[in-house]
Every structure is written in structure tokens, then in C-alpha cells.
């Protein structure tokens, strides 16, 4: 027997962007609906047509787990909707060997006026469940949403939490040989988006196939031991997960680890700046894609520094993490007392900034470093998103979790210093 | 042409050997009835959420499938059944048109739900897939057991006229699933057309209100000038609201308003469907 669970050749979908970016109205084109009633003459390609993906051709044996990586817009959705069947790719084909399950949301069906059993019925039929096999299931479903007595309440009164909950926990037990997923682990609660991991897991090990869509860089390197990056509607790698995962880091928001600017003329800036290089440096070594949370990582940037006139520029460095968030901006200024001297013409100006270790949160941190003068405000030169590096969490109980191993959200992770004593208490 | 999913027979290793081929799809392909018949269980579960949520929230509840003919029946026999020669002879004009109003209820509000169904059906068209037809189709299975209501309150005043019902009455099935058919194929092809073109949302209702003039329901249809007779039967809802009539007080069998309107119906619910098949692939992406 053939051990493919799913091949696809050639896929290719197009979008007419005119045509789907608004309704159409009746007046406007009724004499198109008249004379070209199902849209024959639209096949031909015109200037407003958008190819979302292009030539996508894998093969993917039962029982593995591949990862689909890529900005947004890189076709990933579409290539998710067309193998779960929502919408039809243009050119190409594919073959799915096996019950096949998509899950491109929590909660596919709900119905808010509907009860939260109501809806694990309607949800758990729309997602291909049988009626005997949901009825089955039905007690395991609604322990694991956990949300007691809210069972009989419409959805319309849940919390978002609660519905996502419900939502999973119908989708937990859906038991497809083929498993298509988009980004619905986003989405929840820290301990209960562990315990949905921890199930998908589980479905993996069950010898079953799955695609998986996400942003989330450790849930994939977690779950799948594949992985295919798209961009621009085609595929760029498809290999092992950390390799593929590397090379999304780099291609999408710059090199890992660092970056130089190859000579002084191209080198973008003014006479004041123009930046040289940027390096992560973790303390003692190592690889700046997996640094150790309790290291220190030194952040070395240089610059010309032709001629700064009267005016005096400071290096800074921007860290944002993978939700877009701003951890926090610094000077080289801090350095009181070399910086007013370092910053001189004529020169190649260095600057490190010292993050200490167990102050980061774990994940992926985006660097954009510029030199600028603040008074009054010149940017004389800015990369942005210029180099990446990600920290890892791998602490053994000398972390700023301690033993504790689930979900620990936080923008950074700082090891603070407590104070603890006691005293006598009696009544 | 493939059909979509070809199911094999079993394998070696209990891995069912489901196989789904996907390829861009041209020209007219099968009805894809035998797909809503296989997810005839999700089919039940559309039906059985329309229900649900129709009637949430309301205090009348299901009364509202009685209340709706009724309060037509008062008024049309007010205004229209003054009129003279509405309706047959012998026949009392309330009993008369309720037992039209009762398959054209069906019909009207079957017909509205349909076309609307996949544009509110939007979230999960875009997020997972099953037979775009169950969509319509439920909606208008939900409509059935308004209908049945609806009957119930047909008896009452067929006694109420002291009227009992003879062997005819064993067509009534047959006109009710003519009514579907009808509803089916209109509801079906507007809701394929709504997807794309909004305007079948505020078509509709005017569309209800001039078919239903245009269809033997407060008048009968020998008011109609025979020359134009054919061209009226055309209309299935002529030969639903008749025959139904016809198998519940009895008269004069309109065999040919029948025989023409059952055509136009089938042939109405075949384009629909074919049409619904062949644009259904676009539905994610336009809606």
C-alpha cells in the first residue's frame, strides 16, 4: 500500500483582486451575468490578477507532521484552504489518502444563541464528527473544556476564554488521519494552550498525519519534524524543522546573530553615522539562535564615524519580541564617561550593550539598532529588523521559573531580588 | 471530471482508504446529491440549529408558524374574498384561501430562508468543508415542521366548516414535496446568486409578494383567461397551490396546471443545482 498521505503537484491558486475585493452589485454587472453567466471570459489572466501561491508541489508520508512557515500573505492560508477543500486551486492537483480534518479556527459552527452542549454537537458534526461518535465523546469533551456548569448557558454569555476552551475541546477529540491546522493554538490561556500542545502531541504519536500552519517558532519545532517555508506563494525550503526555521529567521527579519554593511560607500547613513556591523554576542560562546536565558548577550555595534561636526550621536538599540512588542531601547550614552570621547572623526565608533542574563523573556527577539542624535533629532542611520537571535528557556529550577514548567507569559523575564523573613505570629 | 471522493474498500493496515483528489474543477458536474445524501447526518444537525435558533427567545415559539396564515387568512378574507367570484362556489372563502396560504407559507418562507442561507452561513463556509447544498437544503427542511403546524391549523378550520376530508387527501404528500422542490430549486440557485450579488437579499421579499399574486392563493384559477392558461401553469406554485386545494376540498382535478408546473419545478431544481454546483468552488473566495 501506498504510505503517501498526502502529495500535491503544481498547486497554484489566482485571485482576481477586482473581483473579490468587492461585492458585486447586481447594476453593475448584469449585462456580464447576462452574456458570460459563469464568468468563462474571466480565466484569462489581467493586470489585477494575484497569483497566492505558484507551482507548490510536497509529498508527505503518513504519520509525520509537517510545519507550513512564512510572513503573512505567503500563501500559507490559501494552501491550507485549498487541501482542506474550502476553496479550489486554479492549476495543480493534490491527493489526500485518508479521513482528513481542518481546523482553521476555535469553534468552526458555533452558534452563540445555542448552548455550550448545543454547540459541541453542531461544532463536532460540522467538523466531520459522526453523531454516535460525539455522542461518545461527549462527557470526555466537555471535563476537558472545563468550564462546568456553563455547559447549559448559550455561548453568547461565555467569556472568549470559555469558547475557546469549548471550541478546542471539540477539536481536541476529532480523530482524522489527516489533520489540517492553522494557527489555533494563538489563541487561549497559557496553561490550557499547554494542555492543547500536550493533545496534539498526543495526535502526532497516534500515527497520525499532520499539517501545520503557525507563526509560533517553538510550537513548531515541537510538533513537527518537517518543515516547508513559503514565500511569495511558493517554496523556498522544505527540510528539517530547525534548518527551516533558521532559514525563515534570517530570509524574513534579518541575518541571525549579525550583520555587517559591506564597505563604507554603500553603507547607508550621512557623514555623522553610517553603521558598520551588529553582533549578538551570548557570553562564553554559542549558537545566538538557541541563547541560554541565564546568559548574558552582549550586543556589539559599530559605526563610521566620519565627521560629527558639533553634533553628538549615540548608538541605540531597539529589541522587539515576536509579537511586535517593544521589550525596551538603550543608549550608548550610559557610558558617561567614554562616550563623549569615543565619538570622534575619523573613526570606527564600537559600542556593547551588556543585556544580563535571566532578564529576557524566552522567544524570539527582533533588533533594530540606529544612530541618531537627539538633540536636535537626526536618524543618521537606522537598520531595521536588522538581526535576530532567539532565547531559550532551558532552566532546571535555577530559572526565574523555578520548578514550575508551564506557560510563563511576561514580557521579560527578570531574575529579582526578594527579600524574605518571618516573624513570630501568635493569636 | 473526478468526482470528489472515491472511497475504496479497506486496507491493510485499518487505515481507511478515503481518497480526496483536488483539482480545479471546469464545466458542469454531477448534481451532488449523493454527497448530501452521504452527510445526511450533518444535513440533520443544519435542520436541527435552524429549528432551535428560529424559535429562541421568542415567546410564541412555533405559534408564530400558525399565526402568520392565520392573520393572512383574516385579512384576505376582509379585503379580497369581498370581491365576487374570487373564489368557487361553494367553497367558504376563509377555508379556501388557508388552504392555499398553507403550501405557500411553506414555499415563501422556505424559498427566503434558502437564499440567505449561505451568506449567514459565511463563517463555516470559509473555515471547513462539507457539501455547500446542505446549507440551502436544511434551511428548507427547517420550514417542514412549521408546515406541519400549519396543517394542524388547516384541520381546525376545515372542521370548523364542517368539511371532512375524502381519499384525495393521500396527494397531499405529493403537492407538499412538489411545494420543496420548488423551494429548493428557487432557494437553491438565489442563494448561489446572493453569494456574489447582495441584491437577492432585498429581491426576495418583493419577489414573494409578486409571486404570490401571480399564483392561485387568494383567488382561484379559473380567473385566469384560458389563452393564458399554459403560460400560467408554467409557474410551479400554480399546481402546488391547486393541487393541494384540489386534494383537501375536492373538485375538479387540475390535471394540466399539475402536469406542467411538476415539469417546470424538476427542471427548475436541475439547473439550480447545476448551476449551484458549478459555482459553488468560488464560494469561499467571493462571499
Known amino acids: ?427 | 471530471m473526478s468526482p470528489d471522493t472515491v472511497a475504496a474498500s479497506g486496507s491493510a493496515c485499518g487505515a481507511s482508504q478515503e481518497l480526496v483528489v483536488i483539482e480545479p474543477r471546469h464545466g458542469w458536474r454531477e448534481l451532488g446529491l449523493r454527497e448530501v445524501w452521504s452527510h445526511r447526518e450533518l444535513l440533520f444537525f443544519f435542520v436541527w440549529r435552524d429549528l432551535k435558533v428560529r424559535y429562541k427567545q421568542t415567546v410564541f415559539g412555533a405559534a408564530w408558524a400558525v399565526i402568520q396564515p392565520v392573520a393572512l387568512m383574516l385579512i384576505f378574507t376582509v379585503t379580497v374574498g369581498r370581491l365576487p367570484n374570487v373564489g368557487p362556489a361553494g367553497i367558504p372563502y376563509p377555508l379556501f384561501v388557508f388552504a392555499g396560504l398553507t403550501p405557500w407559507t411553506l414555499f415563501a418562507s422556505s424559498l427566503g430562508g434558502a437564499s440567505n442561507s449561505l451568506v449567514n452561513g459565511e463563517a463555516v463556509i470559509t473555515k471547513v468543508y462539507f457539501p455547500r447544498l446542505l446549507l440551502p437544503f436544511a434551511s428548507v427542511g427547517s420550514f417542514i415542521l412549521d408546515f406541519f403546524i400549519s396543517l394542524g391549523a388547516l384541520a381546525v378550520v376545515m372542521v370548523w366548516f364542517g368539511r371532512t376530508p375524502t381519499l384525495e387527501i393521500l396527494w397531499l404528500p405529493a403537492f407538499t414535496i412538489l411545494a420543496l422542490v420548488t423551494a429548493l430549486g428557487v432557494g437553491t440557485f438565489l442563494s448561489a446568486v446572493n453569494v456574489k450579488y447582495r441584491d437577492v437579499k432585498y429581491m426576495v421579499p418583493f419577489l414573494l409578494q409578486l409571486w404570490m399574486f401571480g399564483s392561485p392563493v387568494v383567488y382561484a384559477s379559473t380567473l385566469i383567461p384560458p389563452s393564458l392558461r399554459t403560460l400560467y401553469a408554467l409557474n410551479p406554485m400554480t399546481g402546488v397551490v391547486e393541487g393541494f386545494r384540489w386534494a383537501l376540498i375536492g373538485g375538479d382535478r387540475p390535471d394540466d396546471l399539475i402536469f406542467l408546473s411538476a415539469i417546470a419545478s424538476v427542471v427548475m431544481l436541475v439547473f439550480a443545482l447545476a448551476y449551484f454546483r458549478r459555482v459553488e468552488q468560488t464560494f469561499a473566495d467571493v462571499i
Open chain 1, 1 to 427: 500500500m501506498n504510505d503517501v498521505a498526502l502529495s500535491a503537484t503544481g498547486l497554484a491558486k489566482k485571485y482576481r483582486l477586482g473581483n473579490v475585493a468587492s461585492y458585486g452589485r447586481l447594476s453593475e454587472s448584469l449585462w456580464n451575468a447576462i452574456t458570460d453567466p459563469f464568468g468563462r471570459k474571466h480565466t484569462q489572466d489581467t493586470a489585477s490578477d494575484f497569483w497566492a501561491l505558484r507551482d507548490i508541489s510536497f509529498e508527505v508520508p503518513r504519520g509525520s507532521a509537517v510545519g507550513v512557515i512564512g510572513r503573512n500573505g505567503a500563501g500559507k492560508s490559501t494552501l491550507l484552504k485549498i487541501l482542506a477543500r474550502i476553496t479550489s486551486p486554479t492549476l495543480g492537483r493534490a491527493e489526500l489518502r485518508g479521513r482528513v480534518g481542518s481546523l482553521l479556527e476555535v469553534g468552526t459552527g458555533f452558534h452563540p444563541e445555542l448552548t455550550g452542549r448545543e454547540n459541541v454537537l453542531l461544532s463536532g458534526a460540522i467538523l466531520g464528527m459522526r453523531r454516535a461518535e460525539i455522542l461518545r465523546k461527549f462527557d470526555e469533551i466537555v471535563a476537558f473544556a472545563d468550564i462546568g456548569q456553563f455547559i447549559d448557558v448559550p455561548v453568547k454569555r461565555y467569556s472568549s476564554g470559555m469558547k475557546v476552551r469549548l471550541g478546542f475541546a471539540v477539536a481536541a477529540f476529532l480523530e482524522p488521519e489527516i489533520l489540517l491546522i492553522d494557527e489555533v493554538l494563538a489563541v487561549g490561556d497559557g496553561e490550557f494552550q499547554k494542555k492543547c500542545l500536550g493533545k496534539m502531541s498526543e495526535i502526532g504519536k497516534g500515527g497520525r498525519t499532520i499539517i501545520f500552519v503557525a507563526h509560533s517558532m517553538p510550537a513548531i519545532l515541537r510538533l513537527c519534524d518537517r518543515a516547508i517555508l513559503l514565500d511569495h506563494g511558493k517554496v523556498v525550503v522544505d527540510g528539517p524543522t530547525a534548518q527551516v526555521v533558521r532559514r525563515y529567521l534570517e530570509s524574513d527579519l534579518g541575518r541571525i546573530g549579525e550583520w555587517s554593511a559591506p564597505d563604507y560607500e554603500t553603507a547607508l547613513g550621512d557623514d555623522v553615522a553610517k553603521l558598520k556591523s551588529i553582533r549578538v554576542l551570548p557570553l562564553g560562546g554559542g549558537n545566538p539562535e538557541e541563547i541560554d536565558i541565564r546568559k548574558q548577550i552582549d550586543i556589539e555595534v559599530e559605526y563610521w564615524c566620519k565627521n560629527p561636526g558639533s553634533l553628538r550621536p549615540s548608538t541605540n538599540v531597539h529589541l522587539y519580541n515576536d509579537d511586535g512588542v517593544c521589550v525596551f531601547i538603550n543608549n550608548d550614552w550610559n557610558d558617561r564617561k567614554n562616550w563623549p570621547k569615543a565619538v570622534k572623526a575619523g573613526s570606527i565608533v564600537k559600542s556593547t550593550c551588556h543585556i544580563p542574563g535571566n532578564f529576557l523573556a524566552e522567544g524570539r527577539i527582533i533588533l533594530t539598532v540606529a544612530v541618531s542624535t537627539f538633540n536636535p533629532l537626526i536618524a543618521h542611520t537606522v537598520e531595521r529588523d536588522v538581526v535576530a537571535f532567539q532565547v531559550v528557556d532551558r532552566s532546571e529550577g535555577d530559572g526565574v521559573r523555578g520548578e514550575f514548567t508551564n506557560e510563563w507569559p511576561g514580557v521579560v523575564r527578570p531574575m529579582l531580588d526578594w527579600d524574605v523573613e518571618s516573624r513570630p505570629w501568635k493569636k
